[in-house]
């Protein structure tokens, strides 16, 4: 696996952005599926029926559930909002803010290391683009690497780190 530059005409700013739209889009959903089983919960439809109906129980879990997960994304939007200015300028080390193009079987990846919500893919430039958080076996493989050094990937794939940004 070889990691590259941003030669691609990626601009770290848009990869950026993106990520916070995303954030932004998936509190929303989150918040309203919160607030759809929460009313749920409370409707007429919802009351129990015999002892043995729990549909009005369940949407009530439904309902806490929702809400948790937007308190997750709402914890996400702060960390990733707080740390802005690393993640946006340019680095020389695989870290907070790193955009690193890997390839490995001609197939290229694009990564962008944040402080949370790992694994969301982000369209940039007609390129998908994954946030990568350390705590994945191969951001700790890339961790402060510096152009030139190597490292073995998961799997055992070994590459050189040829990428600043």
Known sequence: ??????????????????????????????????RDAAAYAT???????????T????ASYLAAGQAGQAREWMRAIEAVRSQRESLVRPVDRAGPGALVKCVQAGEADWYY?????GGQDLRVVETTVTTLTFQTPLAAALRGKRAGEAYVAVGGAAGTVQFVG
């Open 1 to 34: 696996m070889l990691c590259g530059d941003m030669s691609e005409g990626i601009d770290k700013a848009a990869v950026y952005a993106a990520f916070m739209e995303h954030l932004e889009k998936e509190l929303g959903e989150a918040v309203a599926a919160s």
């Open 43 to 53: 409707d007429e439809e919802a009351r129990a029926e015999s002892k043995w109906d």
């Open 55 to 58: 549909q009005g129980l369940e």
């Open 113 to 117: 290391f944040v402080p949370a919500a």
